[in-house]
């Protein structure tokens, strides 16, 4: 029907249309392939309890930015690789000092001083006291904080004794602020390479599907 219609009508603009449908088909195609993944690592992030920061942190970019091309190419990557990889591939974590890793418990404040993640080093040590290190044979070690009193009302957690407190020794509590751990096993949370070659597969039927559409909408 093609070569028919090719014959009767004008043939190089036949050819130029086509082209141009198939420049667009593959255009189409590679960048709902690309996006396809790339919402699909989001899920996984979030399926894994990650946070919807570090499913953020997926991105695509694609190439040419702009206008259809044969050559078009899709970029999926995450801006946070390093965590990504943990995740994927599973990973053993150690100190970088090569001691311990210091992990909060609950009862750790969320923030140090100079408002970063908490660890020992930004430990508001001034306004909860000092950290002691607790030895424990065929456990893991801690870091304690002595003399606290459990917090009230809806802010809670807890805060340092006051000096009537302290003499009386009511209500104070030695509260575990960090355990501490050799080295963590991370678990492979996330599957990025299945979810690549998922989409790869995908590509050829997605390109073939939007080549039809766009010369039937020509038609």
């Given at each position: 029907m093609r070569l028919e219609a090719a014959i009767r009508g004008d043939l190089q603009k036949i050819m130029k249309q086509e082209a141009a449908?198939?420049?667009?088909?593959?255009?189409?195609?590679?960048?709902?392939?690309?996006?396809?993944?790339?919402?699909?690592l989001k899920s996984q992030v979030l399926r894994a309890g990650l946070g919807e920061k570090m499913a953020r942190t997926w991105r695509f970019k694609r190439y040419p930015a702009s206008g259809f091309s044969l050559g078009t190419a899709g970029l999926v990557y995450s801006k946070a690789p390093l965590i990504i990889r943990a995740f994927s591939d599973g990973a053993m974590i150690k100190s970088d000092k090569g001691v311990f890793l210091a992990i909060p418990t609950a009862a750790a404040p969320k923030r140090g001083v100079g408002g970063k993640r908490i660890n020992p080093?930004?430990?508001?040590?001034?306004?909860?006291?000092?950290?002691?290190?607790?030895?424990?044979?065929?456990?893991p070690s801690l870091l304690v904080v002595d003399n606290l009193r459990?917090?009230?009302g809806k802010r809670g957690g807890?805060?340092?004794?006051?000096?009537?407190?302290?003499?009386?020794?009511?209500?104070l509590a030695t509260v575990v602020m960090f355990i501490l751990l050799p080295q963590v096993m991370l678990k492979k949370r996330l599957d990025v390479d299945g979810a690549m070659q998922r989409w790869r597969d995908k590509i050829p039927q997605l390109i073939l599907?939007?080549?039809?559409?766009t010369n039937d909408a020509e038609r």
């Open positions: 449908a198939a420049e667009k088909a593959v255009t189409l195609g590679v960048t709902e392939a690309a996006t396809g993944l790339r919402d699909e080093d930004n430990f508001p040590e001034h306004s909860l006291g000092r950290l002691r290190f607790v030895y424990r044979k065929g456990a459990a917090g009230t807890y805060r340092k004794a006051s000096e009537s407190a302290l003499k009386s020794g009511r209500g599907q939007n080549f039809t559409e």
